[in-house]
């Protein structure tokens, strides 16, 4: 479904279930998201961490009939639910009212076993740290003092 936004024009997925005359809310969120810093890594480099929240999750899944030609279109349609799950990810980050979410892995699953083998879903599980990070020169800076001793004297 197309609506417009703000004079922007943008793409929304209605969800399942709904119907003629059903209505339903969305959130958009794609400007913000791309501010969000996205990582494996367990920092940004040339930043630093000043805040660290619980760890947050997101899950997404796909269900199909065992056909081959599913099965090849699998590797691509992985891609997008990894793309997916981390949106739900960059999501509740930016609720938390953070700025990166780092240290991020993720968990594909599949299950073959309903239909003798035929009925399949493949599960992606991202999951990340939120945390707000600021430029290192911004970090407050902090002043020491240090006396070197010899170990034995």
């Not at 959130?27 to 920092?43: G, N, Q, R, Y």
């Not at 590797?75 to 949106?87: H, P, Y």
């Amino acid at each position: 479904m197309g609506v417009t936004i703000q004079g922007v024009r943008k793409t929304i997925k209605i969800p399942k279930g709904l119907r003629s005359g059903d209505t339903f809310q969305f959130t958009d969120t794609a400007s913000e998201i791309e501010k969000v810093f996205a990582s494996t890594l367990p920092m940004v480099p040339g930043m630093e961490i000043v805040q660290a929240k619980p760890i947050i999750w997101g899950s997404v899944s796909y269900s199909f009939r065992a056909d081959p030609r599913d099965q090849q279109a699998m590797g691509s349609k992985v891609g997008q639910l990894m793309q997916e799950a981390q949106a739900k990810i960059l999501e509740q980050v930016l609720r938390q009212k953070c700025n990166a979410c780092l240290g991020m892995t993720f968990n594909v699953t599949n299950d073959s076993s309903g239909e003798r083998g035929h009925a399949k879903m493949v599960i992606v599980t991202a999951c990340g740290t939120p945390c707000v990070v600021v430029p290192t020169a911004s970090a407050h800076a902090i002043e020491a003092n240090v006396v070197v001793e010899p170990l034995y004297g």
